[in-house]
T-cell receptor, first 113, second 112 residues
Framework: GESVGLHLPTLSVQEGDNSIINCAYS??????FIWYKQESGKGPQFIID?????DKRQGQRVTVLLNKTVKHLSLQIAATQPGDSAVYFC????????????FGSGTRLLVRP | DTEVTQTPKHLVMGMTNKKSLKCEQH?????MYWYKQKAKKPPELMFV???????INESVPSRFSPECPNSSLLNLHLHALQPEDSALYLC???????????FGQGTRLTVV
């Protein structure tokens, strides 16, 4: 299930199930979006990106969906594995053609064996 | 070489100390970034260098002073920090606007 409170929102899933992590972005002018994975003690690692002229993009075991109408981004992970346990951040860019890459609040994914 | 290398990995400094964080990349990227990350929070943008020139300063206090000596190196000079500045400092590089940024492993800074 999903919980929100003083800590990072956490999504707990059974190994082998699919995971869906959601993100609401703030700026309707943003035209480039990235999902990053951050493991404990490490820097963020690129997973997948999508530009605003698309609504879906698939990678290996991951799919990103973009709904510009409601400013919502989601990351779907198929057949979740223990190695997927990490904190996931969405990031947005392109508000003013600058180099600004702004991160949203994260979601912790816990994979139960 | 597809890495962004940050040194040191850990740093403990007193409030009167002067120290520097270093970042290096050899991917030919022309954009380099400093982010600050507190526990359980997302990375917060501090500075962006584009073609070795400071292009974004997100109203960071002057006790943090960035420097880009060349296209491969990025420094963050620290002076008179406060305990609340303790955080993970992340460096990143990228090829340009609206592209992914590649992150280093960060420097864990503790101000005592």
């Amino acid at each position: 299930g999903e919980s929100v409170g003083l800590h990072l929102p956490t999504l707990s899933v059974q190994e082998g199930d699919n995971s869906i992590i959601n993100c609401a972005y703030s700026n309707s002018a943003s035209d480039y979006f990235i999902w990053y994975k951050q493991e404990s003690g490490k820097g963020p690692q690129f997973i997948i990106d999508i530009r605003s002229n698309m609504d879906k993009r698939q990678g290996q075991r991951v799919t990103v969906l973009l709904n510009k109408t409601v400013k919502h981004l989601s990351l779907q992970i198929a057949a979740t594995q223990p190695g997927d346990s990490a904190v996931y951040f969405c990031a947005e860019s392109g508000m003013d053609s600058s180099y600004k890459l702004i991160f949203g609040s994260g979601t912790r994914l816990l994979v139960r064996p | 070489d597809t890495e962004v290398t940050q040194t040191p990995k850990h740093l403990v400094m007193g409030m009167t100390n002067k120290k520097s964080l270093k970042c290096e990349q050899h991917m030919g990227h022309r954009a380099m970034y400093w982010y600050k990350q507190k526990a359980k929070k997302p990375p917060e943008l501090m500075f962006v260098y584009s073609y070795e020139k400071l292009s974004i300063n997100e109203s960071v206090p002057s006790r943090f002073s960035p420097e880009c000596p060349n296209s491969s190196l990025l420094n963050l000079h620290l002076h008179a920090l406060q305990p609340e500045d303790s955080a993970l400092y992340l460096c990143a590089s990228g090829t340009g606007p609206n592209t992914e940024a590649f992150f280093g492993q960060g420097t864990r800074l503790t101000v005592v």
